[in-house]
């Protein structure tokens, strides 16, 4: 969280968080890694990066910057509550089989993945708050860092 914390304090918007893009060494320091999809964004706090094509990752990725590919560190918020789902399922795949079709109709419909085995019901509910339909109502990363402290 302080990692992301960092980069959207500098302005920029990562795009592509998720477990397999953490890195943690023997003493268990995670680092946030794969800056290929990273953009900076404008000096406005409130700024979006559109993006025109390529591929996104559907499963981490917000219902706002599927269906108008915009990007902000809103967007990296909810990410980061599927990253830690993924923590606390001990790394199963966000909604299993489903389709990449499926999961985006089940999530815009308001469906969010259920709390991980013993996952305490306070980190289950950072989640739920990350995963929050509208970016506005997400937590910002100083709020994460400080409810995870």
């Given at each position: 969280?302080?990692?992301?914390?960092?980069?959207?304090?500098?302005?920029?918007?990562?795009?592509?968080?998720?477990?397999?893009?953490?890195?943690?060494?023997?003493?268990?320091?995670?680092?946030?890694?794969?800056?290929?999809?990273?953009?900076?964004?404008?000096?406005?706090p409130e700024a979006a990066y559109t993006t025109r094509?390529?591929?996104?990752?559907?499963?981490?990725?917000?219902?706002?910057?599927?269906?108008?590919?915009?990007?902000?560190?809103?967007?990296?918020?909810?990410?980061?509550?599927?990253?830690?789902?993924?923590?606390?399922?001990?790394?199963?795949?966000?909604?299993?089989?489903?389709?990449?079709?499926?999961?985006?109709?089940?999530?815009?419909?308001?469906?969010?993945?259920?709390?991980?085995?013993?996952?305490?019901?306070?980190?289950?509910?950072?989640?739920?708050?990350?995963?929050?339909?509208?970016?506005?109502?997400?937590?910002?990363?100083?709020?994460?860092?400080?409810?995870?402290?």
């Amino acid at each position: 969280a302080s990692g992301m914390k960092y980069l959207s304090d500098m302005g920029y918007v990562h795009r592509d968080l998720a477990a397999r893009n953490i890195l943690i060494n023997s003493n268990l320091v995670c680092k946030v890694s794969d800056f290929g999809l990273s953009r900076v964004l404008e000096d406005d706090p409130e700024a979006a990066y559109t993006t025109r094509g390529g591929k996104i990752p559907i499963r981490w990725t917000s219902p706002e910057a599927i269906a108008y590919r915009k990007f902000t560190s809103a967007s990296d918020a909810w990410s980061y509550g599927i990253v830690l789902w993924e923590v606390m399922s001990y790394g199963e795949r966000p909604y299993w089989e489903m389709s990449n079709q499926d999961v985006i109709k089940a999530v815009d419909e308001g469906y969010r993945l259920p709390p991980p085995m013993d996952c305490p019901a306070a980190l289950y509910q950072l989640m739920l708050d990350c995963w929050q339909k509208d970016r506005n109502n997400r937590p910002k990363f100083e709020q994460i860092v400080s409810i995870l402290d």
